[in-house]
């Protein structure tokens, strides 16, 4: 098992520019998140989707949108990037959230906007 | 607005020492999860604490939840190198609140 995967692992954008980030899981989850971490800030919820066919805001949503394609594949679109959204962005997947299941995450994309 | 905090935020210490990371929480909860990170790493679960007066241990690290104080701690024992990590704790709220992470330096 891969676990969850992201790509790209790096992308340099100029402001405006978009981009899409994937990530994957193969562990068969129901439940997948996007989150961003800054430095000194700590991991902070972007977008999740608790089962497919469902997508939810967390606590920083704005100028990201998200797709879940299907249950193994949950997207993060920057329409229109900006310095600020310079960040490391992981995925993370779990199965039974409910239950209290860990989440495991992604190896992270490192994101520069200039 | 659920705050979860963190102390001490940073942490050198000697091998050999003991230490622990507290983690305070605003809101009811008893679900909490401590993660470890390496440095330009992703996440790795540690802990999974699911009651008041649960306790877990793995090797030299021992995790506690005390959800009437809403206080969780992370208790390292004969501090070793290869436990230079940035720790992090998170609260179930309906979906994961972060702490700001501890980093820690274990120095010879």
């Known amino acids: 098992n891969a676990g969850v995967t992201q790509t790209p692992k790096f992308q340099v954008l100029k402001t405006g520019q978009s981009m899409t980030l994937q990530c994957a899981q193969d562990?068969?989850?129901?439940?997948m998140y996007w989150y961003r971490q800054d430095p000194g800030m700590g991991l902070r919820l972007i977008y999740y989707?608790?089962?497919?066919?469902?997508?939810d805001k967390g606590e920083v949503p704005n100028g990201y949108n998200v797709s879940r394609l299907n249950k193994r594949e949950f997207s993060l679109r920057l329409e229109s990037a900006a310095p600020s959204q310079t960040s490391v962005y992981f995925c993370?997947?779990?199965?039974?959230?409910?239950?209290?299941?860990?989440?495991?995450f992604g190896p992270g994309t490192r994101l520069t906007v200039l | 607005e659920l705050k979860v905090e963190q102390n001490p935020l940073f942490l050198s210490m000697q091998e050999g020492k003991n230490y622990t990371i507290y983690c305070n929480y605003s809101?009811?909860?008893?679900?909490l999860y401590w993660y470890r990170q390496d440095p330009g790493k992703s996440l790795e679960s540690l802990f999974v604490?699911?009651?008041?007066?649960a306790v877990k241990q793995e090797g030299r690290l021992m995790a506690s939840l005390d959800t009437k104080a809403r206080l969780s701690t992370l208790h390292i024992t004969a501090a070793v190198h290869d436990l230079s990590a940035t720790y992090f704790c998170?609260?179930?709220?309906?979906?994961?609140?972060f702490g700001k992470g501890t980093k820690l330096s274990v120095k010879p």
């Open positions: 604490l699911l009651s008041n007066g």
């Open positions: 998170a609260v179930d709220a309906r979906n994961l609140i």
């Open positions: 562990m068969n989850h129901n439940s």
């Open positions: 809101t009811t909860s008893d679900r």
């Open positions: 989707s608790a089962s497919e066919g469902t997508t």
């Open positions: 993370a997947s779990t199965k039974r959230p409910k239950a209290a299941d860990t989440q495991y």
